[in-house]
C-alpha cells in the first residue's frame, strides 16, 4: 500500500546508499522546514565519552498482518574514528549508476573520499567534491536548483517522553506525522551511543536527507541516535528498522583498506569505461 511515508528500495543509488550508511533508515519523502531545527556546523564529528568503535548491524523487517516479523535484510558495518565501512550481506549490493554495483562501501575521513567496491574486484573511488556534484546533478534532474525546496505537507516531529532500554541503551520514543496521511514512524533514539560520521555529518549531506524525510540535522544537533524505527499505517504496525549487535571492540585501520587483488580506478575512469562499453 502507497503511503505518504512511501519507502523506497533501499540504496537505489549513491545518495540512497550513504543514507542507509548514516542512519539505518530507507528513504521517504521530505520533511519540511518545520520539522528541523537549528544550524549545525560544517563537520559533527562528535568526540565525547560515549563515541561508540566496533560494529554493529542494521537488519530490516516487514510485519505480516498476524504480527509476526518478516526478516528482509542485514547490514553489518564496522564503525573507527577514521573510517567506516559498510558490507552487503548475503551477496546484496547496492547501485552505483546503471548497471555498475558495489558489494561495500568504505568512508575514509582523513582521505575526503568514498570507495565503492564492485564486483568484478574494482575499487572505484569517489572524492567528497565528485559526490556534491553528483548531488547537485540530482537535484538539477529534479528541477530543484541550489538552495531551493519544493512545497512539502506539513510534517510534526515530536517527543513523547516514553522511554525504555532497546540494546542496552536508554532510548526514548520521537514521532513524525505527515498531515493527511494514516502512516506515522516511531523512532527510538539514545544519546548514550554516538557514532562519528565524520564525512557523512556535514551539512552539505544533512541537507540532502532532510530533503529526502530523514529529521538528520535534529539528530546531530541533538546528538541523538535512532537504534529503532518503525512505520505504523492505519493503526497497525507495518516495518521495523532496527540496530542490532552492538558489539564496542578495537579495529585495527588494516580492515579497511583497500583489498589487494582490487583494481583502484577512479569515479571519472569508471564514467569513461562505462560510455566506452555502451
Not at 86 to 102: M, P
Not at 135 to 152: I, K, L, V, W, Y
Not at 207 to 218: M, Y
Request: charged share 20%.
Amino acid at each position: 500500500m502507497q503511503t505518504a511515508f512511501s519507502v523506497r528500495s533501499t540504496c537505489s543509488n549513491v545518495l540512497a546508499a550513504l543514507l542507509l550508511l548514516l542512519l539505518a533508515m530507507p528513504v521517504w519523502t521530505s520533511l519540511p522546514a518545520s520539522a528541523k531545527s537549528g544550524g549545525m556546523s560544517e563537520s559533527a564529528i562528535s568526540s565525547g565519552s560515549n563515541t561508540f568503535e566496533g560494529s554493529l548491524t542494521l537488519t530490516r523487517y516487514t510485519v505480516r498482518a498476524d504480527g509476526s516479523e518478516h526478516w528482509v535484510s542485514s547490514t553489518p558495518l564496522l564503525i573507527h574514528p577514521n573510517f567506516i565501512l559498510l558490507v552487503q550481506s548475503e551477496g546484496g549490493s547496492v547501485e552505483l549508476l546503471g548497471n555498475i554495483r558495489a558489494e561495500g562501501i568504505i568512508v575514509r575521513q582523513a582521505r575526503e573520499d568514498f570507495v565503492f567496491l564492485t564486483p568484478d574486484r574494482k575499487a572505484v573511488i569517489m572524492t567528497r567534491q565528485e559526490l556534491q556534484q553528483m548531488m547537485a546533478m540530482f537535484d538539477s534532474m529534479r528541477g530543484r536548483s541550489a538552495g531551493e525546496q519544493a512545497s512539502e505537507p506539513d510534517v510534526t516531529l515530536n517527543t513523547t517522553g516514553e522511554k525504555k532500554e532497546i540494546e542496552g541503551y536508554a532510548a526514548e520514543k520521537w514521532i513524525a506525522r505527515q498531515e493527511g496521511s494514516s502512516s506515522e514512524w516511531h523512532f527510538w533514539v539514545t544519546d548514550e551511543l554516538t557514532i562519528p560520521w565524520g564525512l557523512l555529518s556535514e551539512q552539505w549531506l544533512t541537507k540532502q536527507l532532510s530533503l529526502s524525510g530523514l529529521p538528520a540535522e535534529r539528530w546531530f544537533v541533538d546528538e541523538k541516535l535512532p537504534v529503532r524505527a518503525e512505520l505504523w499505517s492505519n493503526g497497525e504496525l507495518a516495518e521495523i528498522i532496527k540496530i542490532n549487535d552492538i558489539t564496542p571492540h578495537r579495529i585495527p585501520e588494516s580492515r579497511f583498506q583497500i583489498p589487494a587483488e582490487y583494481q583502484r580506478i577512479t569515479f571519472q575512469q569508471m564514467l569513461f569505461d562505462r560510455m566506452r562499453n555502451r
